[in-house]
């Protein structure tokens, strides 16, 4: 069975502090992506990456870095954490530009 | 610039009813595909559905069927014979093929409700 797996379901954080989201799929697949959902927003692209230390700015990059050391892993750092990062953000992944994402459950992050 | 867009926030539906949830979408992309998840309240985004711009039938799986319209730029999700689990979010999703990235861009999904 298919698994995108997220280190953290529920986080809370303060002002400032460093936050890191993990990510691990077991599919072999090719592309990460972090997106972060709000309500009446939908789900929005934060960072992607399509191999190993490649990675490219998706259309909320600021005040977001990534990781990607391994093929299985990408990492989502905020550096800084703020309370406007608060939201639910979601790992996915997928084959290059074949078929769905697969997304991990969630990692909801509080920033107090 | 590539949009999707879902007009509806929330729907109510009747159990055992049938029930459409609109998704309009915005490419420039002669080829692109697009996808309806699920998200229940667990979080976890669940692929039900694909459809290629390119496709000469609509898709179907299960209960689930992609009312496309490629002139109208519409890709509406029904769910026929509603059941309560069925009760979630969904989102629209597009991708464009040419722009081999494999990312998907999302609308701002609705919320159904089913009734029993």
């Known amino acids: 069975d298919v698994k995108v797996t997220q280190s953290s379901r529920y986080l809370v954080k303060r002002t400032g502090e460093k936050v890191f989201l993990e990510c691990v799929q077991d599919m072999d697949h090719e592309n990460m992506f972090w997106y972060r959902q709000d309500p009446g927003l939908g789900l929005r692209l934060i960072y992607f990456?399509?191999?190993?230390?490649?990675?490219e700015k998706g259309d909320i990059p600021e005040g977001y870095s990534v990781s990607r050391e391994k093929k299985e892993r990408f990492s989502l750092i905020l550096e800084s954490a703020s309370t406007n990062q608060t939201s639910m953000y979601l790992c996915?992944?997928?084959?290059?530009?074949?078929?769905?994402?697969?997304f991990g459950e969630g990692s909801r992050l509080t920033v107090l | 610039a590539q949009k999707i867009t879902q007009t509806q926030p929330g729907m109510f539906v009747q159990e055992k009813e049938a029930v459409t949830l609109d998704c309009t979408y915005d490419t420039s992309d002669p080829s692109y595909g697009l996808f309806w998840y699920k998200q229940p309240s667990s979080g976890e985004m669940i692929f039900l559905i694909y459809?290629?711009?390119?496709?000469?039938q609509n898709a179907t799986e299960g209960r689930y069927s992609l009312n496309f319209q490629k002139a109208r730029k519409s890709a509406n999700l029904v769910i026929s014979a509603s059941q309560l689990g069925d009760s979630a979010m969904y989102f629209c999703?597009?991708?464009?093929?040419?722009?081999?990235?494999?990312?998907?861009?999302f609308g701002q999904g609705t919320t159904l409700q089913v009734k029993p």
């Open positions: 459809q290629g711009s390119y496709d000469q």
């Open positions: 999703a597009m991708r464009e093929v040419t722009s081999n990235t494999g990312k998907l861009i």
């Open positions: 990456s399509y191999d190993v230390k490649m990675k």
């Open positions: 996915g992944s997928g084959r290059v530009n074949t078929g769905e994402l697969f």
